[in-house]
Structures are given as C-alpha cells and as structure tokens.
C-alpha cells in the first residue's frame, strides 16, 4: 500500500474543530499546501495532529500580515511603519459621504461636462500656500521626478554635494536625478558649499537649481548652505527655475519649539519657482506629493504624459481637501499629528497616570523625549511621559506586540511612550495590558 494514502482527507482537516474560527477559503489554501509538503518530504508516519497543528500556524502567520490597527507607544509621531499621520475621526466622517457614494470626480455640475478632479483641492492650496498654481501626484518622490523630467530633461540640474540624499527606500536624488533623463552638476564639498559654487558651475546646458531639505540627519559643527532666498535670486538673475525639494514642511500652528530654523512652505515658496513636500508627514494627511509654485512651470507638469501615472485616486483627493479646509478654517484639532505634536506635558502626564491607576503590573512613571519621526526635524526633540515595566525589556516588548501594542526599549527598560497614544485609545491600552500574562 503506498504510505502517502495514510495522509487525512483535505475535508477532514479543513472541517476539524480546531481550525474552526479562520475563513473557509484559507483553510482549504494551506490545508492543501502543507498536505502537500509533507508529501514532497515524507519520511515516515505523519498524523492528523501534526499536521493541523502546522496548518494553524500557517494560518496564523498569515492573519498578521492583514492590516490592522495597532497603539503607537514609540513615542515617534509620523511612525513610517506604523502607517505616519493618523487621519482624525472627524475628519474621516467628513469623507465619507462622497467616498461611500457616486461623486462629481470628474464631473461638472454646473454644465454637466467633464471636469478635473483637481479642481476644488488646488483651489484650496492656493488659497492656503498663497500660490500660483498647485499640482498632486501620489507621493513627494514622484514629484521630485515629475519635476526634473518635466522642466530640465536633457538638461543640466545644479545641485549642492550636501545635498544628495539617500531616505528610507533607498530613494536616492542622484539616481533619480539620472533616472528623469537629466544630467547633474555637483557644487561644494559634503560640508561646505557656497554662492560662488552655484556662480562657476553655471554654462549654456544649465536649466534648474535643486535645493533638497536635509529633513532626515542633520549637519553639525563646520558646515554651510546657500539659503533658498539666494539661489532663488541667482536662478532669476540667470533666468533659470528654482527648486526646493522640501521633503516634509510645515504649514500652520506646529509647535514653537519644533519651527526653530525648520523652513515654513508658505514663507519658502516667497523665493523659489517650484516647491514639493510629502503630504503624510508635517501636514498630517494622507500620502500624496503635494507640488506648489508659479503657475507657468505647474503647467507643464500638467503636460507631462507621466502625470496619468502618477496621479492620486479619489480617495485621497477626499482626504486631502478635508485636511486643506481645516487648516483653512483654523481647524487644527482635526489634524491627528498637529494634535499631538502641540500636546501639553500636563495632558500626557494625565493619559499615562490613568493608565498606570488602571492595570494591574506595576509600572514607573517617568519623564522622557518623544521623536517627530517620519523623516522630519531629526535634531529636535519633545518632553514626554513614560511608563517604565520591570522586568527583561527583550521579552516585554514581545508580549506587549502580541497585543498590538508597540513601545520601545529605553536604556534596558521597555517603556510606553504617551505622546504618541491618542486620548480615544486609552481603555482600549488598559484593556490589552491587564490581558497580558508577565
């Protein structure tokens, strides 16, 4: 008798009780694949047991890979893996009629033609960055490339050696530079570059200056930067365009103590033609480039064939004009990561002090510092709040990210960082932790 027969019947494991609260359809995928690769493998008797017990765990590693919500108590509040700005609530029942229904995207409805989904959105970044003209396309990367292939292909792009960089993806401006079709000069040294740099660089084949934000590390000690006031007034006196790759920037209300040598959009796009930033980061909304500047030069990113592929779907355009009408009426609790960002000592103290009154592991409270995150202001810092827990921080911080609760580990302790946890998720933490086996 052929000993691959003793196998159970696919049926009996996918209807066996233990298996009983995953999905039918995923049941019977990895029933068949670990049946299957037992079979490939087989080196003796194999029972029932064994293999559910390889099923589950297959289904297992599968149900966490979903995307879910989880309590952000890193402390960092644009977390990039943890998904950046929190989009509020409120904000989001303000989308939802015209997401959960048919809408006017493309739709006049005034002369019943077509129209531009751009429309309403773009009218509102003019109003709000005091623009010419606006464009979105679906993050700042794209922009950046749009941008350069757009203005400066086959051309000459200047730009400062201290300037290159590399952010998370391996995103890197040389190669997108090249990738745009457009040949880079570089100036100046890693740590100096000057006015005069930018001068001698430029020739016949030069078309576009490139000022690119160091929003991610920062330089310290024996360094210097041509601002964007002064190459703006030498790309005009040379009669070439001005770009600032902002990276992440800031637009209204953000916390005094962050602003500090941290260029404002609106005050930027007063000395430069063009400018981009990433939606998801300073803003607080959702990922998308957003790209402001003089409307002649909006236009011919207008004109480029690649917009079609880099254009935003109607579900961020939704979330974007929410997020631009607050910021237009002054409505800056609606925005989750500005929230947070200006939240006072006092009100993350109380957050951590109700937790800590209602969970049953002892804990320390603490005084800490909290990171911006996301790419932005690496050489600034917050006060905060910690509770600190006994016990090996290695081993905590698992058991605490069973539940969905991710901390970080603070000089050998694993802690939770209270700036970043939002009042609403407060019960539901104190829930989760007193479920905890420590």
């Known amino acids: 008798m052929n000993p691959l027969r003793a196998f159970p019947q696919i049926q009996n494991l996918i209807t066996d009780e233990s298996l009983k609260k995953y999905p039918f359809y995923l049941k019977a995928y990895f ?70 229904s048919y809408s006017n995207l493309e739709f006049n409805l005034q002369n019943g033609k077509r129209g531009s989904r751009y429309t309403s959105l773009l009218d509102k970044l003019k109003i709000l960055f005091e623009c010419e003209d606006a464009l979105i396309v679906n993050n700042n990367a794209a922009a950046v490339f749009l941008v350069l292939n757009s203005l400066a292909f086959n051309k000459e792009v200047i730009s400062s050696r201290g300037e290159l960089v590399e952010i998370g993806g391996g995103f890197r401006i040389p190669e997108v530079i090249k990738a745009a079709g457009v040949r880079l000069c570089e100036v100046g040294t890693s740590n100096k570059t000057h ?69 404002q959009v609106k005050k930027i796009l007063k000395h430069c033609d063009i400018l981009s930033f990433s939606a998801d980061k300073l803003f607080g909304s959702v990922q998308a480039g957003i790209i402001l500047g003089k409307k002649q030069f909006i ?111 603070e000089k050998d302790s694993f802690v939770l960082d209270f700036r970043s946890i939002r009042e609403n998720e407060l019960d539901t933490l104190i829930l989760k932790i007193n479920e905890l086996d420590l």
């Open 31 to 100: 029933s068949k694949i670990v049946v299957a690769d037992f079979k490939k493998n087989f080196q003796g008797h194999i029972d029932k047991k064994t293999l559910l017990m390889h099923i589950k765990k297959e289904l297992e590693n599968f149900m966490h890979k979903d995307l879910q919500s989880v309590i952000n108590a890193t402390g960092v509040i644009i977390h990039t893996n943890l998904g950046r700005s929190v989009i509020d609530e409120n904000l989001y029942e303000s989308c939802k009629k015209s997401i959960c």
């Open 299 to 409: 236009e011919k990113l207008r004109q480029n064939q690649l917009l079609r592929m880099l254009r935003v779907d109607k579900l961020t355009l939704a979330f974007l004009n929410e997020t631009t009408r607050a910021y237009l009426e002054k409505n800056y609790d609606k925005i989750t990561t500005l929230r947070l960002l200006n939240d006072k000592l006092s009100h993350i103290e109380d957050k951590a002090l109700k937790v800590q009154k209602n969970i049953k592991f002892k804990s320390l409270l603490k005084t800490s510092k909290s990171l911006v995150g996301g790419g932005s202001m690496p050489d600034k810092n917050l006060e905060s709040v910690v509770l600190c827990f006994e016990g090996n921080a290695l081993i905590l911080q698992e058991k605490f990210r069973e539940k969905n609760i991710i901390g970080r580990i």
């Open 195 to 263: 006015l005069r740099d930018y001068e001698n660089a430029l020739n016949e084949n030069s078309i576009l200056i490139l000022k690119t934000h160091r929003s991610n590390f920062s330089i310290q000690g024996f360094h210097s930067e041509v601002s964007i006031e002064n190459l703006g007034i030498l790309a005009q006196k040379n009669r070439l365009i001005s770009y600032y790759d902002l990276g992440s920037g800031w637009c209204e209300n953000l916390n005094k103590k962050l602003t500090k040598n941290e260029p």
